[in-house]
């Protein structure tokens, strides 16, 4: 079955720097774009970050750009978010995210949410 493992997630004063992880297994990981997610109290889940299958695009919201580097090792099957300066309202819940084609239809899976909490 498709599963998604976040990591890094923690405490971190504000200018600091977290880098998560997100281990996938369960499909092709190669073919498939990844996102990265994250929710705050309070609020709607948003995209942050997303990446083609290749690693050759990527786009980010804009709150993040300049900041935030969504990245990935196809070897590996893994997803990386690494975040650099970063500030008290980027505190959230971070989820990782695909969707695998199944026939005709497409599934969407999360992972479990690494927390991220920006605060002196």
């Known amino acids: 079955q498709v599963q998604l493992v976040e990591s890094g997630g923690g405490l971190v004063q504000p200018g600091g720097s977290l880098r998560l992880s997100c281990a996938t297994s369960?499909?092709?990981?190669?073919?498939?774009?990844m996102s990265w997610y994250r929710q705050a109290p309070g609020k709607e889940r948003e995209l942050v970050a997303a990446?083609?299958?290749?690693?050759?695009?990527?786009n980010y919201v804009d709150s993040v750009k300049g900041r935030f580097t969504i990245s990935r090792d196809n070897a590996k099957n893994t997803v990386y978010l690494q975040m650099n300066s970063l500030k008290p309202e980027d505190t959230a819940v971070y989820y990782c995210?695909?969707?695998?084609?199944?026939?005709?239809?497409?599934?969407?899976?999360w992972g479990q949410g690494t927390q991220v909490t920006v605060s002196s």
């Open positions: 995210n695909t969707v695998v084609i199944a026939g005709t239809s497409g599934y969407v899976y």
């Open positions: 990446i083609t299958s290749t690693g050759s695009s990527t």
């Open positions: 369960g499909f092709t990981f190669s073919m498939y774009a």
